[in-house]
């Protein structure tokens, strides 16, 4: 089946970029997803891309696809304490309609 | 409110015992999901169901049921719990894609004593 792989924990420092990395093996998958989850919540969506493309860009997030290598990647600019959060990629599974996520890499942002 | 409630946001239970959880949408969403939380394995799908009394088997169902009667309420049954089960359960509605994914209810930490 589907498997997303993370790395589990990263840490920065107050003002630097993050960069959070992803693989994915479902070369089908139509969208890849970051998602956000706070301390207490739910996962709350960020951002998403269409397979289609290489990169897109929301204000402070830059995500990259590399769909050859399926490695996803979610760059965080200018990172903030509130931005300590786990973050969750997942693909869209076409077949089984539901998200297939990866185990979530704790962000920590030092001040 | 609008979105998902979950009920109860955290619960004691003993081995044996059977436990229902509930959820909540307001969306009128169609897909629903239970997932399940655990640390190093993210999140794993347990149930969906894609319409009122249609359900289907996710990556970890045994020990767990599901019902949905109306579009808006989707159960999760721990049939007789056991200590493996203590974990945080999380409820979603799929909104329209590519744009919504998923709405998460706030979850239910489950501790099986």
């Known amino acids: 089946g589907e498997d997303v792989e993370q790395s589990l924990f990263l840490s920065v420092r107050e003002g630097d970029s993050s960069v959070i990395n992803c693989t994915y093996t479902?070369?089908?998958?139509?969208?890849l997803y970051w998602y956000k989850q706070e301390p207490g919540a739910g996962l709350q969506l960020l951002t998403y891309i269409f397979s289609n493309m290489d990169m897109k860009q929301d204000q402070r997030l830059t995500v990259l696809l590399n769909k050859k290598d399926k490695h996803l990647s979610l760059r965080i600019a200018d990172t903030q304490t509130g931005d300590s959060a786990i973050y969750f990629c997942?693909?869209?599974?076409?077949?089984?309609?539901?998200?297939?996520f990866g185990p979530g890499t704790r962000l920590s942002v030092l001040p | 409110d609008a979105g998902i409630t979950q009920s109860p946001r955290h619960k004691v239970t003993e081995t044996g015992t059977p436990v229902t959880l509930r959820c909540h949408q307001t969306?009128?969403?169609?897909?629903m999901y239970w997932y399940r939380q655990d640390p190093g394995h993210g999140l794993r799908l347990i149930h969906y169901?894609?319409?009122?009394?249609?359900?289907d088997k996710g990556e970890v169902s045994d020990g767990y049921s599901v019902s949905r009667s109306k579009t808006e309420d989707f159960l999760l049954t721990l049939e007789s719990a056991t200590s493996s089960q203590t974990s945080v359960y999380f409820c979603?509605?799929?909104?329209?894609?590519?744009?919504?994914?998923?709405?998460f209810g706030s979850g239910t930490r489950l501790t099986v004593v």
């Open positions: 997942a693909e869209w599974d076409n077949y089984g309609q539901n998200f297939v």
């Open positions: 169901s894609y319409g009122v009394k249609d359900t």
């Open positions: 969306e009128n969403h169609r897909y």
């Open positions: 479902d070369s089908s998958s139509t969208y």
């Open positions: 979603a509605s799929q909104g329209r894609l590519p744009s919504y994914g998923y709405t």
